[in-house]
């Protein structure tokens, strides 16, 4: 069998780039680390060492809405401390990314909640956990700045306008202000249909920097019908065997070395 060298498999990935006709480049958590921001999964990540404060709470249960309304002050206290990517900046693999949608016909797909992608210049970005940008209030929908829930000096932050306002079904005490993110035990965005649909009508798929482990952005791999499915991750994955080409390196290593 011939084993493939790291530059075999970059001229591999790139001839699939070059004759595909539609691409959908699937990214997870692993896509940002390179700009300083923590995964979850990784020996590093986030699950792994959620702080000394949070040791009583599993890792999914912080970034729950049950967390959210339950125990709001530990929901608060946690996005600040460990998801402020506010100074974050876009790393080789965004911009490679930005550069190929110009190329070619390119969908990024993306797990993150940073922006990076749209910072280094793409436009065809599907955000199927939502916009840690889009601040609003959950109850009365009126929206803050982007940097509201860091910036603002209160534990919880409520909304200003709903304080003196009574209504049973959202008491004052419950009007957050939150990003308009999915936390666990939501529902998808409308980004996650058009993201299926892109899957599906793809001829290559470039699935990097994600584990495939988290439902049901997971369950999108299984939907490529196409010719080339491409795994760019540094840890195995349950779909390298279903893969054409796979790559255990970073990311920005591999986007570097293409045209």
Same mark, same amino acid.
Not at 62 to 89: G, H, N, T, W
Not at 153 to 176: G, S, T
């Given at each position: *069998? ?11 990935? %790139? ?56 125990? =709001? ?49 793409? %436009? ?32 919880? =932050? ?12 959202? =008491? ?21 249909? *058009? ?27 299984? *939907? ?10 540094? %840890? ?5 065997? %279903? ?17």
């Amino acid at each position: *069998m011939l084993i493939k060298t790291f530059k075999d498999k970059v001229k591999e990935l %790139q001839s699939y780039i070059n004759e595909a006709d539609k691409i959908v480049f699937f990214g997870g958590a692993g896509v940002s680390t390179e700009s300083g921001i923590p995964d979850f999964r990784s020996k590093d990540g986030l699950y792994n060492k959620p702080g000394i404060e949070f040791e009583e709470y599993e890792p999914e249960y912080l970034l729950s809405a049950y967390c959210l309304y339950d125990k =709001p002050e530990v929901f608060y206290e946690f996005y600040r401390q460990k998801l402020d990517c506010r100074d974050a900046q876009p790393n080789i693999t965004h911009y490679k990314l930005a550069e190929l949608e110009k190329k070619h016909n390119l969908t990024v797909v993306t797990q993150n909640v940073d922006k990076l992608h749209q910072k280094a210049g793409s %436009q065809n970005v599907l955000e199927i956990h939502g916009d840690a940008a889009d601040i609003y209030c959950r109850r009365c929908g009126r929206k803050y700045p982007a940097d509201y829930i860091f910036t603002c000096p209160d534990k919880i =932050p409520l909304c200003k306008a709903c304080i003196n306002e009574d209504n049973p079904y959202c =008491p004052p005490e419950k009007a957050f202000i939150r990003p308009k993110v999915v936390l666990y035990g939501e529902f998808l965005p409308p980004d996650y249909k *058009m993201a299926e649909l892109k899957i599906k009508e793809a001829d290559l798929l470039i699935v990097g920097g994600t584990s495939l482990k988290v439902a049901p952005a997971a369950s999108l791999v299984p *939907m490529f019908k196409g010719k080339h499915l491409v795994i760019i991750n540094k %840890q195995k994955t349950d779909y390298d065997d %279903q893969a054409s080409l796979v790559i255990h390196d970073s990311l920005g290593k591999v986007f570097e070395n293409l045209d």
